[in-house]
């Protein structure tokens, strides 16, 4: 099943297409190293994205990152109420080289972000890093996940950030595997 999202402010225009399979994802955000994650993410996570984006990165590229992030966890939600059975927890964690990250997701309904991650440096190449909070928020509250994300160990920002992705993408396969019990995995017969 294909799940698709446009939309369109003053600050960006997003197409979104959102497959379970394993076909080549087509990203093009304008960002270069948001795209590099995004193709990860996508390879980790068994998730195809196509994504098409006209963003304003003459301002900078705060609004295309955050509004990536939001449509992705529309997207995600949109999927998950499809899903008759998932496991609900995924967990991961990932070296990358010298640096280790964890993320701990719970497909629970109620949106929290816990991000505890100090980057080496302030930008990779020319994105800022603070953005990928601002990615992890917009994508966890839209989604109404509560993940943990934690690096662990640092070293090179470039493999900081990746271990994240590469990280949250494996937490969020198994959370979203289908459950041994065939069944919503809540107690409350529900997850809102």
Known sequence: ????????????????????NDEASQINTGVGFLDHMLTLFSFHSGITLKIDVDGDTDVDDHHTVEDIGI???????EA?????SFTRY???????????ARVVTDISGRP????NATFSREKVGSFDTELVEEFFRALVINA???????????????HEIEAIFKAFARSLKIALSKDDFDRIPSSKGVIE
């Open 1 to 20: 099943m294909t799940y698709q999202k446009v939309r369109s402010t003053k600050e960006t225009d997003i197409n979104i297409q959102l497959q379970f």
């Open 80 to 84: 998950i109420k499809d899903k008759k």
């Open 90 to 100: 995924g967990s991961f964690y990932i070296p990358m080289d010298e640096t280790l």
């Open 112 to 115: 929290f972000l816990s991000f």
């Open 71 to 77: 449509v992705i966890g529309q997207l995600l939600l």
């Open 144 to 158: 109404r996940l509560t993940t943990h994300i934690d690096l662990i160990r640092g070293g090179n920002t470039h």
